[in-house]
């Protein structure tokens, strides 16, 4: 049992005992198989099994034995893993077995083993039960496991901090269902937690549990959250608490879906947020950064459209992206005027920009294109300037160097809203050029956002 494949399984087994993952164990147990099936570097179980249990089975060699091909040694091993808790994993494994006196066996066993299990020996244990609760024959060891938190539901606090993401929503499920924590202790893990069904689950019973009353121990985690999701439960809650002018600071919130609810909270106490948006977007250097979007969203394109296209010039580059981004929104891009804010020094812009005329890519009309080398230059050391590489600025150029002739859009006529591009049979190389700068602006404008 010296050898090198033990050795091995050994330092997996390790491994797999300081991860959190569930995964690790499955694919502890389908290695160790093939091994013992096709590696011929371990001995048969059977040939060594008996002498190692006579001088003290150790947990690597119980590994091997409950995970090789041999359905009798593994039903022999499944005697031992009471010695070995932390292979309890691999019990559970043994529950979904193909060979019936096997499955038997181990279900037994896990039926004994549970009701004096520790909480955190029963994480990995309900991790490996519930990723393999699907499988043909997993049901039945996924029910003893659930049925343990779900009769002794103090052992929740302990699993809510799992590593294994299955089993920190079914303890929070508990939390929840079992009442086992006050209002604004829910809505703190709401606030912090980075699990989206976990921020519902537990921002949902918050509110469920204050219902009209919600006071600041519960509002103001929620509104606060870094998190879309949970901010907007909280402005939702606000109208419910008698207090929707609050809602109003969260029209113009990064979050599309915050700032929907802060519409439907205003509007459910009389107040129409169209106004509010037209006055904020007026607001010259003072603009909230994502105002122009917000107005876009319950504005009118003939009414605001040319508020949004004054907004593309403005000196702050989110307000710039957001006005674009509106535009979008409302169906008021025009080629010709935002064409050129694709040489524009924000990354944030030019993503925008490039997400608004990528239907266009194909097909610009090349008697409105002219070369613009320097503007291009300029634009490509302003990036080199703002923390941009100057080669990213190169690709969206396709490659052109600043001196090289670079396709960019002359100062032409502006068409009406309603006009439309007229669309060529087949793109000139020109357009080409453009679909391609597009297209790389998409790719690499995530970047930097400003």
């Known amino acids: 049992m010296l050898s090198t494949a033990f050795d091995d399984v050994t330092d997996r087994l390790t491994r797999t005992l300081e991860s959190s993952d569930a995964g690790e164990w499955i694919d502890l147990d389908l290695r160790i198989r093939a091994e013992l099936r096709w590696g011929g ?32 040694a593994r039903e022999d091993a499944l005697l031992h893993v009471g010695r070995s808790p932390e292979l309890l994993p691999l019990l559970v494994l043994r529950c979904t077995d193909w060979a019936k006196p096997v499955r038997a066996r181990a279900l037994a066993i896990l039926r004994a083993e549970l009701p004096g299990l520790a909480p955190d020996a029963l994480d990995p244990v309900m991790a490996v039960a519930l990723r393999t609760g699907d499988r ?33 929503r ?3 499920r508990v939390t929840v269902e079992r009442r086992l924590l006050s209002p604004a202790a829910l809505a703190a893990i709401a606030m912090a937690d980075d699990d989206v069904v976990v921020q519902d689950l537990c921002a949902d019973a918050a509110l469920a549990a204050v219902g009209d009353t919600a006071d600041d121990t519960v509002l103001v985690p929620l509104l606060r959250s870094s998190l879309g999701r949970v901010r907007a439960a909280g402005v939702t809650a606000l109208h419910r608490s008698g207090r929707s002018g609050e809602a109003e600071s969260f029209l113009f919130d990064p979050s599309a879906l915050v700032r929907a609810c802060a519409r439907w909270t205003l509007r459910k106490a009389g107040t129409d947020p169209l106004p509010l948006y037209r006055a904020a977007c007026a607001a010259g250097d003072t603009v909230p950064g994502d105002a122009p979007l917000g107005l876009a969203e319950c504005g009118d394109r003939a009414a605001d459209g040319e508020t949004l296209w004054a907004l593309t010039r403005h000196g702050r580059p989110r307000v710039r992206a957001s006005a674009v981004a509106g535009l979008r929104v409302l169906d008021a891009v025009r080629l010709e005027r935002l064409a050129p804010l694709l040489a524009d020094d924000s990354a944030r812009v030019v993503r925008e920009t490039a997400k608004a005329l990528a239907p266009w890519a194909d097909h610009f009309p090349t008697d409105s294109l002219k070369r613009s080398s320097d503007g291009w230059g300029a634009a490509q050391r302003r ?34 809203l309603d006009s439309a591009v007229p669309m060529a049979e087949e793109p000139a190389p020109h357009a080409r050029a453009w679909g391609r700068r597009i297209g790389r602006a998409l790719r690499w404008g995530r970047g930097s956002a400003r």
């Open 136 to 168: 043909l024959r997993g049901g039945e060891a996924r029910e003893l496991v659930t049925t343990r938190l779900w009769e002794e539901p103090a052992t929740a606090a302990v699993l809510r901090a799992s590593g294994d993401r299955a089993v920190r």
């Open 41 to 72: 570097d371990i001995p048969p179980v059977h040939t060594w099994f008996a002498a190692a249990v006579d001088r003290g089975l150790g947990a690597p060699e119980l590994a091997v034995a409950l995970c090789g091909p041999d359905g009798r």
């Open 383 to 416: 990036d080199a300037g703002h923390g941009i590489p100057a080669e990213h600025g190169a690709r969206i150029e396709d490659g052109r160097r600043p001196d090289s002739a670079g396709p960019a859009l002359a100062g032409t006529e502006t068409p009406g």
């Open 170 to 172: 079914l303890a929070h």
